[in-house]
């Protein structure tokens, strides 16, 4: 199926952000975003995450794209581009960007979906946001999520929702054409580098980034081992998505 956007035209401005580095959360973005930053052949933006395709304070029918373009130094590298990992779980947020730049170059990362939800719970728990324990968070705590708005999805609560990514991936795929995406794995990044930053280079156009090693960014605080009790539950709940999974990526390779 082709991209439901094909009839929008092209922003007729020069000056428009070439890639995006959609998601997962807690995937290695952020490792990500800092090794890109140090790439002189790119420019990103003046902060990670810049939020603005899942804004629902802007007026989405006649949006202005100066506020999103402020978030760019328009005088470096002519390659530009963000790290925004709400954008793949964001209800519309694909479909504002694809409405942006249709021809827009995007990045997801993806991470074992346990992992994904026990380093979520970590973060929000660390922060003081989340009060619950892990797996309480993991079961009843999802009835949160239908408190929220928009409706079943939450910024904050959705450990185990966000790891849902065949889901998400058919969406993704409906919108945007197989040319327009690079789907690669954390652990891929985090063990070689090299490899991978090489690959998103060819793929937005840019020459062959500057050697580097591994780093880990935003780790978290320790707080020992996830319960296999949880692991055991999160495993289940996600068999058949991964499933769906599989068979999505092998389908575009």
């Not at 959609?22 to 902060?47: E, R, W």
Request: proline share 7%.
């Amino acid at each position: 199926m082709g991209p439901r956007f094909a009839g929008i035209p092209i922003m007729s401005e020069d000056h428009r952000i070439d890639f995006i580095i959609i998601g997962a959360q807690k995937a290695g973005t952020t490792a990500l975003f800092d090794h890109l930053s140090d790439d002189p052949a790119l420019s990103l933006s003046k902060v990670k995450e810049v939020h603005f395709f899942d804004n629902e304070t802007l007026d989405w029918g006649s949006p202005d794209y100066n506020l999103y373009h402020s978030q760019f130094d328009w005088t470096g590298a002519p390659i530009r581009g963000e790290a925004t990992p709400i954008y793949f779980y964001w209800p519309g947020a694909l479909e504002r960007i694809a409405v942006y730049r249709r021809d827009i170059k995007l990045i997801l990362l993806l991470r074992d979906p346990v992992e994904r939800a026990w380093s979520h719970w970590r973060m929000e728990h660390t922060r003081g946001a989340e009060t619950l324990p892990f797996g309480q968070a993991i079961r009843r705590g999802r009835q949160r999520l239908f408190q929220a708005e928009p409706w079943g999805h939450h910024r904050v609560f959705s450990y185990v929702e966000r790891g849902f990514y065949a889901e998400q991936l058919e969406r993704l795929f409906g919108i945007f054409g197989p040319e327009q995406l690079l789907i690669l794995q954390s652990d891929d990044l985090s063990q070689d580098p090299d490899t991978v930053l090489t690959k998103i280079n060819a793929f937005i156009g840019a020459p062959p980034p500057p050697k580097t090693t591994p780093r880990q960014v935003h780790v978290g605080q320790d707080m020992g081992q996830m319960d296999e009790n949880d692991r055991a539950f999160l495993t289940a709940i996600y068999a058949r998505d991964q499933d769906r999974l599989a068979t999505l990526l092998d389908s575009r390779l």
